[in-house]
């Protein structure tokens, strides 16, 4: 399944989004503008969907809801998301389309409630909650009918397609010292501590495909770098291993704590494109890598999703990757904070001016990114 539109009111620092999104979307905005926030969207609805989750414990998460809510919005309005969604390359595909509206009470138990949730089958209303039971026992709005499984029957491939949601912001460091941070505190893992233990328990042979896969693919950013494979130590933890050339005759092997964290954070991504089918949210891919090789990322990503007919949604501020050809004005949502009014969400292909400067033959990276650069950057240099 594709997520085709995303429409939110008071998430964060938006107050308002309405975005159509394609096989891939490519975030790009100044800092603080809102694209991680934008991507927990995403991750949101599927904390919702997980088993084990709820939509309780992924407010709980983010705090409550006065944490979601934007500032910017007035009074106390609902938070509002809407997705609608299609399987992909299919013509006659059904069309769901899946939104909820949340609030707060202000006062009492101030509990978190749902002010609605609807599920809509090709434009057919098909849930449409607060319902009977709902006005009789109002506790059943604390949550969803997306999150049960006896009441989720009829809308099942939504709730599949929030549950494969995927993302892994690899920091190399916590990798390398699992030890620095409580293993057992991290719920999802978003940053990896656990990358190794989610290699480990792979199947041995699609485990060793995708190490080869990603091999090849390291070869070419890291050629000193052969034989990558997963090996576990005295005391049975995992640990990834490799050949690592270097000037003396005998090349000598690494475990990942000696990896750089250009190859680590490689690894973990491609290993994500490698696993799992459904969206995948990639924050700032570029990190760590050399700029040569970000220049490839897009198209790396594109012939890793294409084939397992995968979405990807990443954030990016890089100009080696926005300075690739490729790229679409239509994948490309820019950002743009306006103060207390919050940020808004447009897709690049909207805008008349950035259009004729890539009919003109400039990149992205030439035509959006200087947008997003802070107005007064200037004044850093003189910055005592
Ligand atoms: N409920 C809220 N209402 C308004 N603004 C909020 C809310 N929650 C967070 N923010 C603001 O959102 C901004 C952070 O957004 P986010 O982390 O998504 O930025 P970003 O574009 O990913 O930045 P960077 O490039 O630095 O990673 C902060 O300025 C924060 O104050
Ligand atoms: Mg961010």
């Given at each position: 399944m594709y997520f085709r539109h995303l429409k939110l009111k008071n998430w964060r620092n938006f107050v308002n989004v309405d975005l159509t999104i394609g096989e891939r979307l490519f975030i790009t905005g100044p800092n603080a503008s809102g694209k991680s926030n934008l991507l927990d969207v995403f991750r949101f609805l599927r904390d919702i969907a997980k088993t084990g989750g709820g939509l309780q414990q992924a407010v709980r998460e983010r705090g409550d809801l006065s944490k979601i809510r934007c500032l910017a919005a007035r009074r106390y309005p609902n938070v509002e998301i809407e997705v609608t969604l299609t399987e992909n390359g299919l013509a006659d595909a059904t069309e769901w389309r899946y939104g909820i509206g949340l609030h707060q009470e202000s006062r009492g138990a101030r509990r978190l409630l749902l002010r609605y949730e609807k599920i809509w089958r090709n434009n057919e209303l098909i849930l449409n909650r607060p319902d009977d039971d709902d006005r009789k026992d109002d506790w059943r709005l604390t949550e969803t009918h997306l999150e049960h499984l006896q009441s989720n029957i009829n809308f099942r491939p939504i709730d599949e397609a929030f549950k494969q949601i995927s993302y892994l912001h690899l920091v190399p460091q916590l990798l390398r010292h699992p030890n620095i941070a409580n293993r057992d505190a991290v719920g999802e893992d978003p940053f990896g501590l656990k990358f190794l233990d989610r290699v480990i328990s792979t199947p041995e042979k699609t485990r060793r495909a995708r190490l080869h896969k990603i091999e090849e693919a390291l070869r070419i950013a890291v050629p000193e770098l052969k034989n990558l494979t997963d090996t576990p130590d005295e005391r049975g933890m995992p640990h990834l291993e490799a050949i690592y050339e270097h000037w003396r005759p005998n090349a000598g092997r690494q475990r990942e704590d000696q990896f750089s964290d250009g190859t680590l954070r490689l690894i973990g991504l491609l290993w994500m494109l490698l696993e799992g089918a459904g969206l995948l949210l990639l924050e700032e891919p570029e990190l760590s890598l050399h700029s040569a090789v970000v220049s490839k990322?897009?198209?790396?990503?594109?012939?890793?999703?294409?084939?397992?007919?995968?979405?990807?949604?990443?954030?990016?501020?890089?100009?080696?990757?926005?300075?690739?050809?490729?790229?679409?004005?239509?994948?490309?949502?820019?950002?743009?904070?306006?103060?207390?009014?919050?940020?808004?969400?447009?897709?690049?292909?909207?805008?008349?001016?950035?259009?004729?400067?890539?009919?003109?033959?400039?990149?992205?990276a030439d035509a959006v990114l200087p947008l997003t650069a802070p107005s007064n950057v200037d004044q850093l240099d003189l910055f005592k």
């Open positions: 990322l897009p198209a790396l990503i594109w012939r890793l999703q294409r084939p397992r007919k995968r979405q990807v949604i990443l954030s990016s501020h890089s100009t080696e990757l926005f300075g690739v050809r490729g790229i679409r004005p239509e994948e490309v949502a820019l950002l743009k904070p306006h103060g207390s009014e919050g940020t808004v969400v447009s897709l690049a292909s909207d805008k008349e001016e950035i259009r004729l400067l890539l009919e003109g033959g400039m990149t992205i």
